[in-house]
């Protein structure tokens, strides 16, 4: 693979919608690949004629350690996608998910982009940057500040060029909501153009952000692992933070765009969505507050060191049970591994 290649990684239980159909020639377009990680459930090889599909069978043959310890019927087999990935030496990763269709304007991100700082604040609701008169929060915010004015109105300066090694996009038509949200207030929305460009929260400030529409780099490919021992609604939102809390260490923000792909939602039960989510709802401002406490290193080859020290204090503060960590070493000793070769 050249330095330029892309690879989109996403997992799936069905056969190919029509999503993933239409992110299969946006990317054939840019000569991306799509690597599509399957589970017990679902197709098997035969049976998805899109991208290259890696069954469960397959993945007990990839030379991960991981491979051995993830649990079936779990959404973070998709760990072993980006490992896939970055073995094969991917310039960046584009991870998605099986009912997100990319936009028109779809095409490949820079590292370094423009976007508007936003004033350092402990938490920022990012949609109202994107959607400022409607009453919506992403999955994953702390509903103790949905209506703080504190969180409810920003200062944003002017643009600057800056590297991003993780930029999060949004979705319309069935944005990346909590539960709470769609049980009250559920109708399709589509972001406006306020934040087209971007807009770059700076080391310190948190916002959620999920595995849906996010464009990974390098520097930031350790901080990819996607927990087990919590449930599915909160896996890619933990996720979130831990990876938050080490860019900082890097003197890099979170970068959030405007829409690039529209989601045409699988079907949910909304009440299993809520009894997954009630973690984050009772939790997630703690969660925040024991990776805050750390001190972790400073620069990138601490990255994998800080990633470790964070899901240590997790274990520690009872947000996931001590066999998180032997997923947690498996997956750093395969990051190892892959970039040693």
Known sequence: MSEQDLVCVLTTIQAPTASVVGLAETLERFSAELVVIGDAKGPDGSEFAVGEFI???KQRHLPFRLALHLPENHYTRKNLGYLVAIARGAASIYETDDDNMPLPGWKPRNLRVRARPIKARRWVNVYRLFSPETLIWPRGFPLDFISDPAVCSYEALPSVEIDAPIQQGLANGSPDV??????????????GR???????LPPGTWSPFNSQSTWWWPAAYPLLYLPSFCTFRMTDIWRSF????CLWELGAGMVFHGAEVAQQRNQHDLMR??????????????FCETLD???????????????????????ESEFFPEAELVLVDSWLADIAAVRSQ
């Open 273 to 286: 969505d809520f009894r997954d989510e009630i973690p984050g709802y009772l939790g997630n401002g703690r």
């Open 178 to 191: 909590d539960a709470i949200w769609r049980l009250l207030l559920e109708e399709e929305h589509t972001f």
């Open 293 to 315: 406490r750390l001190r972790l290193k400073a620069g990138p080859d601490a990255v994998e060191e800080n990633l470790r020290t964070c899901y240590g204090a997790l274990v």
């Open 194 to 200: 306020e934040g087209e460009k971007g807009f770059w």
């Open 55 to 57: 069954g469960i069978e």
């Open 242 to 245: 831990v990876a938050q809390r």
